[in-house]
């Protein structure tokens, strides 16, 4: 009985554990090809300007190494990563997940092991590690700065719901990572509740904004939902092309959740504060030959880790040289950070011919896992109510931990760069 | 709606002598935003500048084909028999005369007719009667080309030294055009592979590798994944780009077709593209039967029974609203 249903839910869980990748952790989603298509050469050129004077930004660009955006705690006191150091960490990343997940490793049949169907056969496969022990260079620890008060209770009070919505499962009956901060009990009332944010945010027990109930889209979080994309974001691919007073970025990132951002060169203002976008209002300026962008009027409805309709970006985008774009972005939110922070980081060009960019965003086109998901849940609801089946409470759906990724929850098989 | 080749051609010589007059050099291009009309209608290589805001501004996403009007996007046979009288149906009928369906002279070329093979007619006509549940657009699927081009939705062209990029405000859907050698993209898609080439001052644009799932209208005008558009776009003013479209599919079609229509340029001073990013408003439609407390009462399996209960707030009866 048990085992259908999560066989039931197979798809839609595992999409979930790579939400967790994209949205959660904020590591960049490699699902695509993640190698440079064509190496770039030994020697960089200088950085080509455009016929009317301004830099070139033009083309497709990635990262070619993989930096944590935080500092981890182990590396507290360095900012960059001796070469050997760089080596070494590659080879255990590459070991542990590479490692095929065996009965040693994690029980067949469990809720855990769903999460391990996303291993290195499919998409975890990693660049190498960067020079730098994090993306962000302000504060100088590397680290997101702390919450404010009134960020720190809505977080709380998230997690608090999150976790109730999880006390029936054998997650927190067995102490499972899943279940951390939680206990094991009855079926919460909460269940009946409606979660106490739309963006159900950095929560343990709900992946990419997942809750632990799936008794409507909503439950499922913008991941699930096909709307997991944000700004700004630090993985996959950039198409960019340029006109004199417009830029147009495509952002090729997590698995067919790209989009696509048109961005005035423009003294003009934002519109009106009641105009409210998933990806904010960008109005560009070239400051010398550096591109400056000012994002405003986001939604409520946006995310990025935590922040919504109040979140300000301000990019830089330089071209260094001819292999090399980067990206620089202070990101504010007085209501969610008690200072801005700022993230750099540099992406390689990679060749026009090759086109080795994932231009569609048909994730809601071919989510299949929704439907399945909500179906599975109302045969769950279905079956119990005759006595046939588990209360649903019991279940974990998504985010139940194991092997998400091709990296234990904690131990010796866990990411050594989170 | 279409220009004789005189006026065109005189259209394109003024623009040419304008940019002549401006000069590349003269541009300040911070103090222009998208949709100002004082700026050079050509790229410093000499190219027709299509980088802005646009829109098409006809009936084509409801019917590539001309129509009359008609009462409801959705309509139902009414009391007289007629074809000609059918009423609004449930789906659309508390929202009277904004749910009708405008006329259009149509925007195919020729005798006005799309040259269907005769089982694909039978399934388009299938298709038109079968639109809530068959239409992508209701889905916020991607929407396609040429469809994308004419939807009641701005996009943004901006056109690069070595490629164009567009981006469309329905479901954020995007299209590059390339030009010269370029790979193909690894599976077949919706809004199609688009190489271009420049033939005198109108960019032809060959559009190939579609997946063959969109449609052409909300009409059931539809293709198959050997669908093949060759586009041609020429500005007409720096304002209106003159769009064509010639359509091939053998497998749906006895030859090929065109369509043409204007493209006018948002002119709004400081317009952004905003998002209508659909997603989130297509899922009552397609999930609404599978919530655990049903928002829509009558969902049986997937097939929602819409009721229409309006219910008049005190005051705004139609015989009081009349009297203020």
Same mark, same amino acid.
């Given at each position: 009985?048990?085992?259908?249903?999560?066989?039931?839910?197979?798809?839609?869980?595992?999409?979930?554990?790579?939400?967790?990748?994209?949205?959660?952790?904020?590591?960049?989603?490699?699902?695509?090809?993640?190698?440079?298509?064509?190496?770039?050469?030994?020697?960089?050129?200088?950085?080509?300007?455009?016929?009317?004077?301004?830099?070139?930004?033009?083309?497709?660009?990635?990262?070619?190494?993989?930096?944590?955006?935080?500092?981890?705690?182990?590396?507290?006191?360095?900012?960059?990563?001796?070469?050997?150091?760089?080596?070494?960490?590659?080879?255990?990343?590459?070991?542990?997940?590479?490692?095929?997940?065996?009965?040693?490793?994690?029980?067949?049949?469990?809720?855990?092991?769903?999460?391990?169907?996303?291993?290195?056969?499919?998409?975890?496969?990693?660049?190498?590690?960067?020079?730098?022990? &994090?993306?962000?260079?302000?504060?100088?620890?590397?680290?997101?700065?702390?919450?404010?008060?009134?960020?720190?209770?809505?977080?709380?009070?998230?997690?608090?719901?999150?976790?109730?919505?999880?006390?029936?499962?054998?997650?927190?009956?067995?102490?499972?990572?899943?279940?951390?901060?939680?206990?094991?009990?009855?079926?919460?009332?909460?269940?009946?509740?409606?979660?106490?944010?739309?963006?159900?945010?950095?929560?343990?027990?709900?992946?990419?904004?997942?809750?632990?109930?799936?008794?409507?889209?909503?439950?499922?979080?913008?991941?699930?939902?096909?709307?997991?994309?944000?700004?700004?974001?630090?993985?996959?691919?950039?198409?960019?092309?340029?006109?004199?007073?417009?830029?147009?970025?495509?952002?090729?990132?997590?698995?067919?959740?790209?989009?696509?951002?048109?961005?005035?060169?423009?003294?003009?203002?934002?519109?009106?504060?009641?105009?409210?976008?998933?990806?904010?209002?960008?109005?560009?300026?070239?400051?010398?030959?550096?591109?400056?962008?000012?994002?405003?009027?986001?939604?409520?409805?946006?995310?990025?880790?935590?922040?919504?309709?109040?979140?300000?970006?301000?990019?830089?985008?330089?071209?260094?040289? &001819?292999?090399?774009?980067?990206?620089?972005?202070?990101?504010?939110?007085?209501?969610?950070?008690?200072?801005?922070?700022?993230?750099?980081?540099?992406?390689?060009?990679? &060749?026009?011919?090759?086109?080795?960019?994932?231009?569609?965003?048909?994730?809601?086109?071919?989510?299949?896992?929704?439907?399945?998901?909500?179906?599975?849940?109302?045969?769950?609801?279905?079956?119990?109510?005759?006595?046939?089946?588990?209360?649903?409470?019991?279940?974990?759906?998504?985010?139940?931990?194991?092997?998400?990724?091709?990296?234990?929850?904690?131990?010796?098989?866990?990411?050594?760069?989170? | 709606?279409?220009?004789?080749?005189?006026?065109?051609?005189?259209?394109?010589?003024?623009?040419?002598?304008?940019?002549?007059?401006?000069?590349?050099?003269?541009?300040?291009?911070?103090?222009?935003?998208?949709?100002?009309?004082?700026?050079?209608?050509?790229?410093?290589?000499?190219?027709?500048?299509?980088?802005?805001?646009?829109?098409?501004?006809?009936?084509?996403?409801?019917?590539?084909?001309?129509?009359?009007?008609?009462?409801?996007?959705?309509?139902?046979?009414?009391?007289?028999?007629?074809?000609?009288?059918?009423?609004?149906?449930?789906?659309?009928?508390?929202?009277?005369?904004?749910?009708?369906?405008?006329?259009?002279?149509?925007?195919?070329?020729?005798?006005?007719?799309?040259?269907?093979?005769?089982?694909?007619?039978?399934?388009?006509?299938?298709?038109?009667?079968?639109?809530?549940?068959?239409?992508?657009?209701?889905?916020?699927?991607?929407?396609?080309?040429?469809?994308?081009?004419?939807?009641?939705?701005?996009?943004?062209?901006?056109?690069?030294?070595?490629?164009?990029?567009?981006?469309?405000?329905?479901?954020?859907?995007?299209?590059?055009?390339?030009?010269?050698?370029?790979?193909?993209?690894?599976?077949?898609?919706?809004?199609?592979?688009?190489?271009?080439?420049?033939?005198?001052?109108?960019?032809?644009?060959?559009?190939?590798?579609?997946?063959?799932?969109?449609?052409?209208?909300?009409?059931?005008?539809?293709?198959?994944?050997?669908?093949?558009?060759?586009?041609?776009?020429?500005?007409?003013?720096?304002?209106?780009?003159?769009?064509?479209?010639?359509? %091939?599919?053998?497998?749906?079609?006895?030859?090929?077709?065109?369509?043409?229509?204007?493209?006018?340029?948002?002119?709004?001073?400081?317009?952004?593209?905003? %998002?209508?990013?659909?997603?989130?408003?297509?899922?009552?439609?397609?999930?609404?039967?599978?919530?655990?407390?049903?928002?829509?009462?009558?969902?049986?399996?997937?097939?929602?029974?819409?009721?229409?209960?309006?219910?008049?707030?005190?005051?705004?009866?139609?015989?009081?609203?009349?009297?203020?």
């Amino acid at each position: 009985m048990r085992r259908r249903f999560l066989e039931a839910l197979g798809v839609a869980t595992a999409l979930s554990a790579v939400v967790l990748l994209l949205t959660f952790a904020r590591e960049p989603v490699r699902a695509q090809t993640t190698q440079p298509a064509t190496p770039a050469p030994e020697k960089a050129g200088p950085a080509p300007t455009l016929p009317w004077g301004v830099p070139d930004l033009q083309g497709i660009w990635t990262r070619d190494s993989d930096e944590p955006l935080q500092r981890p705690a182990k590396y507290a006191d360095k900012a960059t990563f001796t070469d050997e150091e760089r080596a070494a960490l590659d080879r255990q990343i590459s070991e542990i997940v590479g490692r095929e997940a065996t009965e040693g490793r994690r029980q067949r049949g469990t809720e855990q092991d769903v999460g391990g169907a996303y291993n290195s056969a499919v998409f975890t496969s990693h660049l190498r590690t960067g020079r730098r022990t &994090s993306m962000i260079i302000d504060p100088p620890d590397g680290k997101i700065p702390a919450v404010t008060p009134e960020e720190k209770k809505r977080r709380a009070d998230m997690l608090e719901f999150a976790l109730a919505l999880m006390q029936a499962t054998d997650e927190c009956e067995k102490h499972l990572p899943a279940c951390n901060g939680g206990k094991y009990g009855p079926p919460s009332p909460r269940r009946n509740e409606v979660a106490p944010a739309y963006v159900m945010n950095a929560v343990v027990g709900g992946g990419g904004g997942a809750i632990n109930r799936s008794d409507g889209p909503e439950d499922r979080g913008h991941g699930e939902r096909c709307m997991a994309a944000a700004l700004p974001d630090f993985g996959g691919f950039r198409r960019i092309v340029q006109s004199r007073d417009q830029v147009s970025i495509l952002y090729d990132v997590g698995q067919g959740q790209g989009w696509i951002r048109a961005i005035p060169i423009t003294n003009s203002p934002h519109p009106p504060k009641g105009v409210h976008m998933w990806w904010g209002d960008s109005r560009a300026r070239w400051d010398g030959k550096t591109l400056v962008v000012d994002v405003t009027n986001f939604s409520e409805k946006s995310n990025y880790q935590g922040a919504h309709q109040n979140l300000h970006l301000i990019e830089k985008w330089e071209r260094v040289d &001819s292999e090399t774009l980067r990206y620089t972005v202070t990101i504010e939110d007085p209501t969610v950070w008690t200072k801005p922070w700022t993230v750099t980081h540099d992406m390689k060009k990679q &060749s026009d011919a090759d086109n080795r960019i994932y231009p569609e965003p048909r994730c809601h086109e071919g989510n299949y896992g929704m439907v399945g998901l909500l179906a599975g849940a109302r045969e769950a609801d279905r079956k119990y109510a005759a006595g046939k089946g588990p209360n649903p409470a019991t279940l974990c759906l998504g985010a139940c931990g194991g092997f998400a990724g091709g990296f234990a929850d904690d131990g010796a098989d866990a990411n050594p760069l989170r | 709606m279409r220009s004789p080749a005189g006026v065109a051609i005189r259209a394109v010589i003024a623009a040419a002598a304008i940019a002549a007059a401006v000069g590349c050099d003269a541009l300040k291009p911070n103090e222009m935003g998208p949709g100002t009309t004082a700026r050079s209608t050509r790229t410093m290589d000499g190219k027709p500048d299509f980088s802005g805001v646009w829109q098409a501004n006809n009936e084509a996403n409801w019917d590539l084909q001309a129509h009359s009007a008609r009462a409801g996007m959705v309509t139902q046979a009414g009391v007289y028999p007629y074809e000609y009288a059918r009423v609004a149906a449930a789906p659309v009928v508390a929202l009277g005369a904004a749910a009708g369906v405008p006329a259009s002279i149509g925007v195919v070329e020729g005798d006005g007719e799309i040259p269907y093979k005769p089982e694909a007619a039978a399934l388009k006509k299938e298709n038109g009667e079968h639109w809530i549940d068959r239409d992508p657009e209701l889905k916020c699927y991607l929407p396609g080309t040429p469809r994308a081009m004419y939807m009641p939705y701005p996009f943004q062209i901006t056109q690069g030294t070595n490629q164009i990029q567009m981006a469309f405000a329905f479901s954020n859907a995007s299209r590059v055009i390339h030009f010269g050698k370029v790979e193909r993209p690894p599976d077949l898609t919706y809004m199609g592979h688009s190489v271009g080439r420049w033939e005198g001052d109108t960019l032809v644009v060959d559009v190939t590798e579609f997946n063959g799932k969109n449609w052409f209208d909300r009409a059931g005008n539809f293709h198959s994944d050997a669908l093949h558009v060759v586009e041609r776009y020429t500005l007409q003013t720096p304002d209106v780009i003159r769009y064509e479209a010639t359509i %091939e599919d053998p497998n749906v079609f006895t030859k090929a077709w065109k369509i043409s229509m204007p493209l006018y340029r948002r002119m709004e001073p400081n317009m952004p593209l905003l %998002e209508y990013r659909c997603i989130e408003y297509a899922e009552e439609f397609m999930y609404g039967g599978l919530r655990k407390q049903q928002l829509v009462k009558h969902w049986e399996g997937e097939t929602m029974i819409v009721d229409i209960t309006r219910k008049v707030p005190p005051g705004d009866k139609l015989y009081e609203w009349y009297r203020r």
